[in-house]
């Protein structure tokens, strides 16, 4: 019996580094009940929907394939080949009208700490330096970061975690009486 969640996807950029005119992009993917988050820095030498697909099918490899993809209407997710890899691996496509952003609000929480906890903090010098910083910003939003008060209270690889024993990311109160290892005491 396979738990059927959703996962929203994004992109955030165009960003340029100091002394830079090359544009640089975050494709990320989260997860719409525990807000578990793949993410990765992009730069123009693949087409984006390439690595629109490698990021998906990463998440997919480390959590498993979601039943359902929310995205906004832009070209990259409109693309035959972005649709040919969810048809292909039976992945539901829903696309966010326009004029109705709020679905996708989630993701663009996530866009919106990243902005103002990364990109607005971190003194990036190159594109290794960052991809590198980034991959640790997005690892410890996961692990280690505990204010993400729509979970309450735990990180989101707590709660993807938990929700596997759960029916439902909906069911708070089966979330709080189940007791995070990493919070036994406190």
């Known amino acids: 019996n396979q738990i059927k969640w959703y996962i929203q996807m994004d992109i955030l950029g165009p960003f340029y580094l100091e002394n830079s005119v090359q544009k640089n992009y975050f494709i990320s993917c989260e997860d719409d009940c525990a807000r578990k988050t793949s993410s990765d820095w992009y730069y123009r030498k693949r087409s984006v929907v390439d690595v629109l697909v490698d990021v998906l099918e990463n998440y997919i490899v480390e959590n498993g394939k979601p039943l359902k993809i929310l995205h906004d209407i832009g070209k990259q997710f409109t693309s035959k080949i972005f649709r040919h890899f969810l048809e ?56 280690e970061i505990e204010h993400h008060g729509g979970i309450n209270g735990h990180t989101p690889s707590e709660m993807f975690l938990m929700k596997g024993r759960l029916n439902s990311c909906n069911n708070n109160k089966t979330v709080k009486q189940i007791k995070s290892v990493t919070h036994v005491g406190k």
């Open 88 to 143: 292909k691996n039976r992945i539901k496509d829903k696309p966010i009208p326009k004029d109705y952003p709020q679905l996708q609000g989630k993701i663009e929480a996530f866009n919106k700490i990243v902005k103002n906890e990364f990109l607005a903090v971190e003194n990036i010098s190159n594109r290794k330096e960052g991809k590198k910083m980034y991959s640790m910003f997005v690892k410890a939003y996961n692990e």
